[in-house]
């Protein structure tokens, strides 16, 4: 008894968050757009005066998901759902709830199908407290539901299904009817379709990132109730869907700018790099840039300059150039060139060099005298 009691105080105050929610004018805001609306079908009405609520992309920290389109009764007799829509407004994409009225009135110019093409509302109307409903754009059983008609409802449906109003969507603006319309009062959500809601949100295959814009539970017949009969699948996606890049939570303010990355200074001891091979190599792949890091052009570096050649003088590029002295004229007479007057050279004194003396006298060496031959002293 006591869990099942806690478990509705849970469900109480889930639906009660979701509500309040969705009954505030402008609340969630997320940085990138919703998929595209599925192709599906419309389960059959269960019954009389329920109204045909259609299903949209909800948001949650978990990224979009599909909340089932669903049949519910009106608050009151005589008023009429209007969708809610996503609009991309000062760079987020903002989420207006739908609401109850007594007419329908702007949803963003999104075609939800069944009676919604854009603009109003065409699958049925109030009379006597009845709801009658249009056959054309409507699933109802006229064996069980007497109160019905048919009439032809031109549909314009974009070939993308797109899911919210701005660029890459619809262009639709309001009517100054639209515009008095919203200033009316309204009914919020009512506490089945939070239920609704709120159920979609905890199911995981209902995750835009998981079916990829195919949910499996794209309608159902009674709100809440994703298995058995009267829940009808989405047959294909609007259009291909794209994972958005940044999955980072919604934000009511723009992300700052990334700094400028500060340029880095070589170590004294580095080694120099490698020169260059002047054979063909095949190109590095272009690196990715890393969020955060500013890309740098690859601008071509300027050549070095030249050194100038030993004793050659450099002149600079914006220096005047030396000017040539004027041709002279043909007819002009050459003068004679100027005599040369020999100048007398000064004689120079002559300089005093001092004496020198007198070498001293050399002592011959005489021959030594030579002593006769015994033979020669005493002749024979």
Do not use: K
């Given at each position: 008894m006591r869990i099942n009691l806690f478990r509705s105080l849970l469900l109480a105050l889930a639906i009660f968050a979701v509500s309040a929610a969705?009954?505030?004018?402008?609340?969630?805001?997320?940085?990138?757009?919703?998929?595209?609306?599925?192709?599906?079908?419309?389960?059959?009405c269960p019954g009389e005066d329920y109204i045909?609520?259609?299903?949209?992309?909800?948001?949650?920290?978990?990224?979009?998901?599909?909340?089932?389109?669903?049949?519910?009764?009106?608050?009151?007799?005589?008023?009429?759902?209007?969708?809610?829509?996503?609009?991309?407004?000062?760079?987020?994409?903002?989420?207006?709830?739908?609401?109850?009225?007594?007419?329908?009135?702007?949803?963003?110019?999104i075609d939800y199908?069944?009676?919604?093409?854009?603009?109003?509302?065409?699958?049925?109307?109030w009379r006597d407290r009845h709801?009658?409903?249009?056959?054309?754009?409507?699933?109802?059983?006229?064996?069980?539901?007497?109160?019905?008609?048919?009439?032809?409802?031109?549909?314009?449906?974009?070939?993308?299904?797109?899911?919210?109003?701005?660029?890459?969507?619809?262009?639709?603006?309001p009517t100054p009817q639209q515009?008095?319309?919203?200033?009316?009062?309204?009914?919020?959500?009512?506490?089945?379709?939070?239920q609704n809601e709120w159920a979609a949100s905890t199911n995981r295959q209902l995750l835009a990132k998981v079916n990829e814009g195919r949910p499996p539970v794209a309608a159902t017949a009674k709100p809440a109730t994703f298995s058995g009969g009267g829940v009808v699948g989405a047959s294909r996606a609007g259009a291909l869907y794209r994972p958005p890049?940044?999955?980072?939570?919604?934000?009511?303010?723009?992300?700052?700018?990334?700094?400028?990355?500060?340029?880095?200074?070589?170590?004294?001891?580095?080694?120099?790099?490698?020169?260059?091979?002047?054979?063909?190599?095949?190109?590095?792949p272009a690196r990715t840039p890393q969020p955060g890091r500013e890309v740098r052009p690859n601008n071509p570096r300027p050549a070095p300059e030249r050194a100038p050649e030993f004793g050659k003088q450099v002149r600079p590029e914006n220096a005047p150039r030396p000017q040539s002295p004027p041709p002279r004229a043909a007819n002009r007479p050459v003068p004679p060139?100027?005599?040369r007057v020999p100048q007398a050279r000064p004689e120079r004194a002559p300089e005093a060099r001092p004496e020198r003396a007198a070498p001293a006298p050399k002592h011959e060496a005489r021959p030594p005298e030579r002593k006769p031959a015994p033979e020669e002293e005493h002749p024979r």
């Open positions: 969705s009954s505030a004018q402008v609340l969630i805001s997320v940085n990138f757009g919703p998929p595209a609306l599925p192709v599906y079908e419309q389960p059959p045909w609520t259609p299903g949209y992309w909800a948001w949650s920290p978990a990224g979009y998901y599909w909340v089932p389109g669903t049949w519910v009764l009106a608050p009151d007799p005589g008023l009429l759902w209007t969708p809610g829509y996503w609009a991309f407004e000062n760079s987020l994409y903002y989420w207006h709830p739908g609401y109850w009225g007594p007419t329908v009135g702007y949803y963003g110019g199908g069944f009676g919604y093409p854009g603009t109003g509302y065409y699958g049925g109307y709801f009658f409903y249009n056959q054309a754009v409507s699933n109802v059983n006229a064996g069980r539901i007497h109160y019905v008609y048919r009439t032809a409802v031109p549909e314009v449906r974009a070939a993308t299904r797109v899911s919210f109003n701005g660029p890459g969507g619809t262009n639709a603006r515009e008095a319309t919203a200033r009316e009062r309204h009914v919020a959500a009512t506490s089945v379709q939070m890049e940044n999955r980072a939570a919604p934000e009511n303010r723009v992300a700052p700018q990334p700094r400028a990355a500060a340029p880095r200074t070589p170590a004294r001891n580095q080694p120099a790099a490698p020169a260059p091979s002047t054979s063909r190599a095949t190109p590095p060139p100027a005599e």
